[in-house]
């Protein structure tokens, strides 16, 4: 199978960031889901704070900058208050640093309401309280992240399921991170192992899909059609799942360290 692209999404929530390598590391792509926008001590995505969407966090270099609704740039300073604090995600809490006041005014200011920025610190073990995720416990990776680091999906499945609907929907919908073609339509869903050179990949578990994909990611409102979930929902959908079980692209956790390329060869393995 190869790579066809890449993406990161610095904030969790923000707009996707399309780059063309990244450094792959236990914690997955460099750069994707440093940070989280909070408010009163919760983290916001984008079915509580829907405009999260408009907001642009693009790395250039070690610098991040931050854009909302394509208006003026905003570059993150490094002024971390170091405040040890914990924040609330599926089933645990993890450790994170607030990144002060400057991007907190800046956001408020831009989204209408109090918000501020935290960022993750060191990785810790993951425990999480789900029987599928079994395998990913104990595991130092990406605190930001729900279930695993990396999220494949498969470019003949959403060209598989746009055949189905009567408007076509863009693989923005389900931010992935790596988008390979060459597969059949969901042969994802029995992917055990992706090599290349020493990255070592593990496909874990299909990611469980929520509303969020009936958020048009150009547009303000959400499809009033609740399209592609109604229509996922007739054809893929687990008999038990954790979060309603309809299922669209595959999590991944790394086993062994490397580097992803648009255009690379992923190898399956058993």
């Known amino acids: 199978m190869h790579i066809d692209s890449l993406w990161i999404y610095p904030i969790k929530g923000c707009r996707g960031q399309e780059i063309k390598a990244a450094d792959i590391t236990t914690e997955g792509l460099a750069g994707d889901r440093r940070f989280v926008v909070t408010s009163e001590g919760q983290p916001m995505g984008q079915k509580t704070l829907p405009d999260l969407k408009y907001l642009s966090a693009r790395w250039q270099g070690a610098n991040l900058q931050l854009s909302f609704k394509q208006g003026t740039i905003f570059e993150l300073p490094d002024e971390a208050e170091g405040l040890d604090d914990r924040l609330p995600l599926i089933g645990r809490s993890v450790g994170v640093v607030d990144m002060g006041p400057s991007v ?45 680091p990396i999220l494949l999906v498969n470019q003949a499945s959403l060209d598989d399921l746009n055949a189905r ?30 090599t290349l050179g020493l990255l070592k990949l593990k496909v874990i578990t299909p ?4 509303a969020v994909t009936t958020f048009d990611q150009r547009q303000a409102e959400t499809a009033p059609s609740k399209e592609p ?29 490397g580097r992803l390329a648009v255009g690379d060869r992923l190898k399956p393995a058993s």
Do not use: H
Request: aromatic share 8%; net charge neutral; charged share 20%.
């Open 104 to 148: 907190a005014s800046w956001l408020s200011s831009q989204f209408g309401r109090p918000l501020r920025l935290v960022s993750a610190k060191a990785p810790e073990p993951v425990v999480l309280p789900v029987p599928a995720f079994a395998s990913l416990e104990d595991q130092g990776q990406s605190k930001m992240v729900d279930v695993a």
């Open 229 to 257: 979930l109604r229509t996922l929902s007739t054809y893929r959908r687990l008999p038990t799942g954790y979060a309603g079980g309809v299922i669209f692209g595959s999590y991944c956790t790394v086993v062994s360290e």
């Open 207 to 210: 990611c469980e899909r929520c």
């Open 165 to 194: 609907l009567d408007e076509p929907v863009p693989m923005d919908r389900f931010r992935a991170n790596v988008v390979v073609s060459g597969l059949k339509p969901y042969e994802e869903d029995n992917l055990q192992t992706l």
